[in-house]
């Protein structure tokens, strides 16, 4: 069973900074392409960061120049440094993973429970 586990969020002033960390845990032989998604109240999930395993990485054009997505593949984590933070980044942030379990051997897509990041003053 493979698990993402999210950490980080919470409330903070506009302009200020969050860094929301997503850990998997579980019987992993590989981790792909990791990233972070959000939804905010009425609105479709969508597509913040993502990384590969090899590094490389994409941004929503909203989020260019504010968030930086990294990973640290022996912890097992990617984490989501969130700067000049606006009240329209306000939503849940889900983490997702490209995982292959030790238990199957074939690769599937997980997501975690989410956090709530609220930017407001």
């Known amino acids: 069973q493979v698990q993402l586990v999210e950490s980080g969020g919470g409330l903070v002033e506009p302009g200020g900074s969050l860094r929301l960390s997503c850990v998997a845990s579980?019987?992993?032989?590989?981790?792909?392409?990791m990233g972070w998604f959000r939804q905010a109240p009425g609105k479709q999930r969508e597509l913040v960061a993502k990384?590969?395993?090899?590094?490389?990485?994409n941004y929503a054009d909203s989020v260019k120049g504010r968030f930086t997505i990294s990973r640290d593949n022996a912890k097992k984590t990617v984490y989501l440094e969130m700067n000049t933070l606006k009240p329209e980044d306000t939503a849940v942030y889900y983490c997702?993973?490209?995982?292959?379990?030790?238990?199957?051997?074939?690769?599937?897509?997980?997501w975690g429970q989410g956090t709530q990041v609220t930017v407001s003053s």
């Open positions: 579980g019987s992993i032989f590989q981790i792909y392409t």
């Open positions: 997702n993973a490209d995982v292959r379990p030790t238990t199957t051997m074939r690769t599937d897509n997980y």
């Open positions: 990384i590969s395993h090899y590094d490389g990485t």
